[in-house]
């Protein structure tokens, strides 16, 4: 089978996410103007400089304009990226639910909130780790806002780490265990 986006008569979403796995899931904390926590998952999420230290997640638009990531990161200029593992993926999916922006999904999914050191959207307590991020940049991409973000701390639980004071990634891929994307309905390993 051959692809050609230009012909392709359905959305390119299956077959570029079908393909591109896994993937990781950022799960994104931001908070509004008025102050209300916003969570949710991203799984186009990744690194996208080491120096200066930047990461990337991309919204896509809904129907009725951005998500409420995309616009506090926009009207903000700060995110957290907690990173999702195994034990927290059942309150990850409940966060995906499309909320109005005057409710917290922290509190729809009951998950515990903390504060973070540099900027001011919470952090999900308990993580393996977390990366508080200002903004660097946004380019709007067809339906998609990609935003980068800069890292100004990162957040690794003792676990995770070696005794020589580094990450331990096969620690961090013990704890992702089962937990992938893929391309039908809610995406975690379940
Ligand atoms: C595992 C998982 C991964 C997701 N990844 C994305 C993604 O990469 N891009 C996106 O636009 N929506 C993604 N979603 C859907 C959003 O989380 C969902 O639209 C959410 O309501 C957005 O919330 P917000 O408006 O509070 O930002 C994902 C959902 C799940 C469960």
Known sequence: MKIDPHTHDRSMYRTLTGLVVPRPIGWVSTQNEEGTDNL??????????????????????RPDGLTDTAENART???????LVTHEFAKAMN???AELPSTES??????????TS????????????AAFEC?????IDIGSNSLILGEVV?????DDIT???????????????????VSTTGQRTGL
């Open 153 to 157: 701390l990162v957040h690794v639980r």
């Open 105 to 114: 999904e922290f509190d729809h999914a009951d998950v515990e909130r903390t």
């Open 76 to 82: 903000t200029g700060e995110f957290v990226v907690n």
């Open 117 to 128: 050191d540099r900027v001011d959207p919470p952090r999900v307590a308990g993580t393996a």
């Open 40 to 61: 949710a998952p991203y799984s186009f999420f990744n690194v996208a400089s080491v120096d200066p230290p930047i990461l990337l997640l991309s919204p896509g638009d």
């Open 162 to 180: 070696t005794a020589d004071g580094k990450v331990d990634t096969n620690q961090v891929i013990l704890l992702l265990g089962l937990l992938v």
């Open 94 to 96: 409940q966060t995906s």
């Open 134 to 138: 200002v903004l660097h940049d946004i």
